[in-house]
């Protein structure tokens, strides 16, 4: 199983920007699709994003269409999450997911540990 581990998290005033990345420990290039996901206080899981294996194909929840930007590097085997314009709502725990293909099927078969973002107003 590959191990993901995310990185990048911290405090931010809203509107400012961070990039998250997702290092796994194995190889995950044009193998596997990847995704993003956060939990904020009190609430369930959210999907964010995705990407499908090569990095053609990527999807977003509406709520950061346009401000958000998910990327990988497969030489690297890294997936990365732009986060610009940053909103007091977007205040979570963010995890990075892999998908056990290049199909964006509803299951993952590894998940990082979260890093957390924080945006004060």
């Known amino acids: 199983q590959v191990q993901l581990v995310e990185s990048g998290g911290g405090l931010v005033q809203a509107g400012g920007s961070l990039r998250l990345s997702c290092a796994a420990a194995?190889?995950?290039?044009?193998?596997?699709?990847m995704a993003w996901y956060r939990q904020a206080p009190g609430k369930g899981l959210e999907w964010i994003s995705k990407?499908?294996?090569?990095?053609?194909?990527?999807a977003y929840v509406d709520s950061v269409k346009g401000r958000f930007t998910i990327s990988r590097d497969n030489a690297k085997n890294t997936l990365y999450l732009q986060m610009d314009s940053l909103k007091d709502e977007d205040t979570a725990v963010y995890y990075c997911?892999?998908?056990?293909?290049?199909?964006?099927?509803?299951?993952?078969?590894?998940w990082g540990q979260g890093t957390q973002v924080t945006v004060s107003p």
């Open positions: 997911a892999k998908y056990p293909s290049c199909k964006w099927s509803v299951r993952h078969d590894s």
């Open positions: 194995g190889t995950i290039s044009n193998i596997n699709s």
């Open positions: 990407i499908s294996c090569t990095g053609g194909n990527t």
